[in-house]
């Protein structure tokens, strides 16, 4: 099932490297821009709900802050430990340079 698109950010605002939350539709959503490659998860680690954007993004990997497990940040897979994995939403940047998510609700 889809749900509805939302905006979420201005394009331009996340750099290459680095990663922000927004709140859409009271929903705390980590979005990262790898490569140019942008991706949307739950900010919340799926250990014990710690927000990520209090941890590291360092090449393409996202640690945890509180107990430094390890994630893809290409893929929301688990690399320490491997059966982790983030929760993940659909996002796809527009010709009005605005990255949209869809929550899937």
């Known amino acids: 099932m889809t749900g509805e698109w939302w905006p979420a950010i201005e394009i331009d605002d996340l750099w290459e490297g680095e990663m ?3 709140t859409i539709d009271g929903e705390q959503v980590l979005l990262v821009n790898i490569g140019g490659a942008f991706r949307a998860y739950s900010n919340a ?3 014990q709900a710690s927000p990520l954007n209090d941890g590291l993004l360092e090449g393409e990997t996202l640690t945890c802050a509180r107990h430094l497990w390890e994630f893809n940040a290409l893929t ?6 491997s059966v982790a994995r ?4 659909s996002c796809v940047p527009r010709d009005d340079g605005i990255l949209y998510v869809e929550l899937g609700r």
């Open 20 to 22: 922000t939350v927004a």
């Open 45 to 47: 680690c799926p250990h």
């Open 76 to 81: 929301g897979l688990g690399i320490n430990p």
């Open 86 to 89: 983030l929760k993940t939403f």
